[in-house]
T-cell receptor, first 115, second 113 residues
Framework: GAVVSQHPSRVICKSGTSVKIECRSL??????MFWYRQFPKKSLMLMAT?????????EQGVEKDKFLINHASLTLSTLTVTSAHPEDSSFYIC???????????FGDGTRLSIL | GDSVTQMEGPVTLSEEACLTI???????????LFWYVQYPGEGLQLLLK?????DKGSNKGFEATYRKETTSFHLEKGSVQVSDSAVYFC????????????FGQGTTLQVKP
């Protein structure tokens, strides 16, 4: 079946550094990718939707300059957390889908810890 | 705005017990409804879905019926197994098929032998 690979699975960084998370669709062309954030014992919160070749659409309250999303190809989207601080520590999950009537396939998530 | 509310967990059951995980939603129009499952150490997987009122989604012995009159999509299974232990998320896709998903907070299910 369709597989989405997310990398890295875990990252620990010092405050002030920028962190890049990759999301790849391995066996299908991902027209649309979604980035979610999950707090402990909370639901997944959609951060942004990205379509290949165009700017990402951010949800209300998500800082676009803080969370940079690039979707330059049909198989890769990246989320860069710029100048990360401890409050950015969280579990970030991506998903990808092909055509609009296709289901989303999720990555395994990235645990980000900022010291 | 649109939202999904799930019952609090964790839910702990013995093997072969009946399972119900409640899910209610608030949305305008006619959203699509989903249940996702996250097994330990893995990503979310689509378990079942329903796209219109009175539809019943089913998979792996799990069922859920789209009830518009009660705005509910409760997940049920007649006999759970240890291998069903996971976190279950109810979600909706708002009308208009934007693709975005709005999730409930997740319910942890623990099945003991």
């Amino acid at each position: 079946g369709a597989v989405v690979s997310q990398h890295p699975s875990r990252v620990i960084c010092k405050s002030g550094t920028s962190v890049k998370i990759e999301c790849r669709s391995l066996d299908f062309q991902a027209t649309t990718m979604f980035w979610y954030r999950q707090f402990p014992k909370k639901s997944l919160m959609l951060m942004a939707t990205s379509n290949e070749g165009s700017k990402a659409t951010y949800e209300q309250g998500v800082e676009k300059d803080k969370f940079l999303i690039n979707h330059a190809s049909l198989t890769l989207s990246t989320l860069t957390v710029t100048s990360a601080h401890p409050e950015d520590s969280s579990f970030y999950i991506c998903s990808a889908r092909g055509a609009a009537d296709q289901p989303q396939h999720f990555g395994d998530g990235t645990r980000l810890s900022i010291l | 705005g649109d939202s999904v509310t799930q019952m609090e967990g964790p839910v702990t059951l013995s093997e072969e017990a009946c399972l119900t995980i409640n899910c209610t939603y608030t949305a305008t129009g006619y959203p699509s409804l989903f249940w996702y499952v996250q097994y330990p150490g893995e990503g979310l997987q689509l378990l079942l879905k329903a796209t219109k009122a009175d539809d019943k989604g089913s998979n792996k012995g799990f069922e859920a019926t789209y009830r518009k009159e009660t705005t509910s999509f409760h997940l049920e299974k007649g006999s759970v197994q240890v291998s069903d232990s996971a976190v279950y998320f109810c979600a909706l896709n708002p009308s208009g098929n934007t693709g975005k998903l709005i999730f409930g907070q997740g319910t942890t299910l623990q099945v003991k032998p």
